[in-house]
């Protein structure tokens, strides 16, 4: 009753489905060929204790290659499936090994609230 509510979870497959979109707060920039830099600037919330943050709080990311592999493929329209694929082929490893490793990489991503994942619905996905 007063315990934290409960997102509605969905299977592992619908996930899949999920697609990652970056939030409009970053600012990537390209440090090496295969190496990105996201800053993230987030403006000040409301609240009395916002008074003492400065105006623009900024934060850095620092992606390694397999991070920025990932990262760039987010366009907003490649659900997680896509992704995943894009890294076996790449790296060659097998699906398992691909799937986790990539799909905690999302997760990280998105427990940060630089990227959102949007889960289509209806019966033409997944």
């Given at each position: 009753m007063f315990g934290r509510s409960k997102e509605p979870?969905?299977?592992r497959q619908h996930s899949l489905?999920?697609?990652?979109v970056v939030s409009e707060d970053i600012i990537v920039r390209q440090e090496a060929p295969d190496r990105m830099?996201?800053?993230?600037?987030?403006?000040?919330?409301?609240?009395f204790l916002a008074r003492f943050q400065p105006p623009v709080m900024?934060?850095?990311v620092r992606l390694d290659a397999l991070g920025a592999f990932v990262f760039g493929l987010m366009d907003g329209h490649r659900p997680v499936r896509r992704i995943v694929d894009e890294f076996e082929r790449r790296y060659r490893v097998n699906r398992?090994?691909?799937e986790l490793s990539t799909v905690a990489f999302i997760k990280s991503l998105?427990?940060?609230?630089?990227i959102a994942?949007?889960?289509p619905t209806?019966?033409?996905?997944?």
């Open positions: 979870r969905i299977d489905t999920g697609v990652p830099c996201l800053v993230v600037r987030r403006r000040r919330g409301t609240g900024e934060k850095t398992r090994e691909a998105a427990e940060r609230n630089l994942i949007v889960i209806g019966p033409d996905h997944g």
